[in-house]
């Protein structure tokens, strides 16, 4: 895994990436990020060395590099998932090629489901603490100490100075964040009624099919993450309604504004 690590960063400098100082990754319907950027080079994901390619509809698939809040940003507009047939090393590879690259933080988005009921969708939640219901480990492969520590300690992995920083940035610009845990499962078939009583009684607030791989991965490299779930449906065992996609979508475009408020303010303070 080293040498295709090294041989998509090789790409990519060639291509332009040089130096970012800042990493994001884009969930579910959340790319509207993109045009607040100074795009200074981009590269589909299918043109880079060893990368995996974007199979969901509403996952563009490019990797942008340019200038955002005063700062280089290289960012994923797209994400892979393990439901799409991906291994945990394949999901997490573009973290260890920006790593590479030199990203000093990773700021991370994702659409999710309201467990917690005092949560309402179109709102935002500060990932605090996360459970991996996924099965797996990004760091589970032979050889995986020779790119970092095996045992990976995960008491914090959240950064606190950047998620305090959210918090206060949130609570200047008027932008309800809830702060929860998150958990991560396989998917992508949505949750029955007793999975999402379960999710409640183990603690969760909000659930999701991705995130929690990249975080790890983020921890094995020592690098500072934050994350932000844009919370697009009530998950509501009493009152469930089948799940329209469409409507999931539309929810986080809409919740979408005050994401980018966050970490373009963010990124200005770091």
Request: hydrophobic share 40%.
């Amino acid at each position: 895994m080293t040498n295709n690590i090294q041989e998509a960063t090789n790409f990519l400098v060639k291509r332009g990436f040089e130096n970012p100082e800042i990493g994001i990754i884009l969930g579910t319907g959340l790319g509207q990020l993109i045009d607040k950027i100074e795009i200074l080079a981009e590269v589909s994901y299918n043109h880079i060395p060893y990368f995996p390619t974007a199979t969901v509809e509403f996952h563009k698939g490019k990797l942008i590099f340019g200038n955002l809040s005063g700062k280089k940003v290289v960012v994923m507009q797209g994400r892979f998932h393990l439901y799409e047939g991906y291994t945990p090393q394949d999901v997490t590879f573009p973290v260890r090629v920006m790593n590479r690259l030199g990203i000093k933080k990773l700021l991370v988005s994702n659409a999710a489901g309201a467990i917690n009921l005092n949560f309402k969708k179109g709102e935002i939640m500060l990932i605090d603490d996360h459970i991996n219901l996924q099965g797996s480990s990004p760091l589970a492969f032979l050889g995986v100490e020779k790119l970092g520590e095996r045992f990976v300690d995960l008491s914090a992995p959240y950064d606190k100075e950047m998620s305090d920083m959210l918090e206060q940035i949130a609570k200047d610009k008027d932008i309800q964040l809830h702060k929860g845990v998150y958990t991560s499962v396989l998917g992508p078939q949505l949750e029955t009624r007793a999975e999402y009583r379960y999710l409640k009684v183990i603690g969760s607030d909000a659930v999701g099919m991705s995130t929690v791989p990249e975080v790890i991965v983020a921890n094995h490299l020592k690098l500072p993450v934050a994350a932000l779930s844009v919370l697009t449906d009530e998950c509501d065992p009493d009152h469930l309604e089948p799940v329209d996609i469409s409507d999931i979508i539309a929810q986080a475009a809409k919740a979408e504004p005050k994401m980018i408020t966050l970490f373009s303010e963010l990124i200005a303070k770091l």
